[in-house]
């Protein structure tokens, strides 16, 4: 009888247990929802002792059946929609706004993605012709397709600016399609692409508008003969003769396009160097690499004169500090000299935002304007004008408007050229260094000596690594090779986290890979290298 008493205690004692459990399984999955909604409509989870949970509104969060958004995004570039996101994603009411009608700004669009789109096509043809053979890859004709391949192209754009209008959807960012201006600080004025209008507002207004092509004086633009980037991206035909005015970027990479499609290209550039930004060392060995395949430079060279009415252009030039002129004559001539940010008729001047001499808005570490509510990020503030570098500044100043901490190192954004070779850096040049005073180191790696290279044959360029001679700190690394754009992130993460060089070289790195050329010129930074 003693036994069956403790069974039957034992058993009631399971079920209080149970009972016990499945209540606090109950409460856990109560609050587990009431914290989801709270993420999803701005609201914040209030407990009582009893096991009650309520829901009281956010500082930061508007009201039911309130027009007004907590934050309104004017442009829905790689800053403008990340923020937007972002914005949605920390639990703020956000509306972004986008004049061209489908997301992703410039980059997306008629910038950075349709130019790889056309850079690895290019690539792929030019490679068919002068490589395959020599790879045991017998091909018996080939020709482009120019159609087919802008086709291609323009599917890869379209897929992506959907794919950003689905994350719209996802994380319930409202979208205007419409020019937007100030009406006021806290309201925005859309002329929508239907024709209608709308007023936005807003308690937090970022300004993402972007970039535009910077003109030239005396040049116009007609994306026929002379073209900016975005009508270089949709040529009709294949010109015999492209002339670039401009070596940076965009005018390198354009100019590989169509040089590996056929074209003679000459890039005619006012400084003395190629994209100015870039290691002295490594920009020496990239212009003899285009050079080799058939690029030609005119620098310290600047166009005086534009003739458009025959069926080509002709260009007058002269050296840059002046002299005797000359013609050049081409079927197409490119305006590749820099960008400008994109703010007209946003009705700045009329809030009161400040900007410089050269139109970008002034803000602060927050990325706040002088005007209380209104920001600025990406292209139309200080800073280099790249998508990734617009993206981080769209987060951080979100992270801010939401009471958290957001923080960008401008000294540490890669920049990469998407030619062949590749070229791509982080941190310092070996000039800015030099200035600095600071006492350094240099380890080198030609791809010459890197096995995955060799063994592919495509073994031009190298790696290259400034440290700090007292403490071996990474200041700088530059890479020029193929996917010379994925290598540099190692070196941007151990920049970030203020890594040794020989902490990059004591990290195992697999075999056959380029990124060992990474490790050993790290190797050859703060010691000696193995396989050279």
Known sequence: ????????????????????????????????????????????????????????????ASGSGSDENDVVVIGGGPGGYVAAIKAAQLGLKTTCIEKRGTLGGTCLNVGCIPSKALLHSSHMYHEAKHSFAHHGVKVSSVEVDLPAMLAQKDKAVSNLTRGIEGLFKKNKVNYVKGYGKFVSPSEVSVDTIDGGNAVVKGKHIIVATGSDVK??????????KIVSSTGALALSEIPKRFIVIGAGYIGLEMGSV???????????????????????????QFQRSLEKQGMKFKLKTKVVGVDTSGDGVKLTIEPAAGGEQTTLEADVVLVSAGRTPFTAGLGLDKIGVETDKVGRILVNERFA???????????????????????????????????????????????VVYTNPEVAYVGKTEEQVKASGVDYRVGKFPFMANSRAKAIDNAEGLVKILAEKETDKILGVHIMA???????????????????????????HAHPTMSEAVKEAAMATYDKPIHI
């Open 1 to 60: 009888m003693k036994s069956r008493r403790n069974l039957t205690q034992n058993s009631s004692s399971v079920l209080v247990l149970r009972e016990r459990e499945r209540k606090r399984r109950g409460e856990m999955a109560m609050a587990m929802a009431m914290a989801n909604l709270a993420r999803r409509k701005g609201y914040l989870v209030v407990s009582s002792q009893s096991g009650r949970y309520t829901l009281s509104l956010r500082g930061f």
């Open 215 to 224: 003109s030239l004086p005396g040049v116009t633009i007609d994306e026929k």
């Open 258 to 284: 169509w040089g590996r499609l056929g074209s003679e290209v000459t890039v005619v550039e006012f400084a003395s160097d190629i994209v100015p930004t870039m290691d002295a060392e490594i920009r020496k």
């Open 369 to 415: 304007t002088n005007v209380s509510g209104v920001y600025a990020i990406g292209d139309v503030i200080p800073g280099p004008m790249l998508a990734h570098k617009a993206e981080e500044d769209g987060v951080a100043c979100v992270e801010f408007i939401a009471g958290k901490v957001g923080h960008v190192d401008y000294d540490k954004v890669p920049g």
């Open 482 to 508: 193929p996917n010379a754009g994925e290598l540099i992130h190692e070196a941007a993460i151990a920049l970030q986290y203020d890594a040794s060089s020989e902490d990059i070289a004591r990290v195992c």
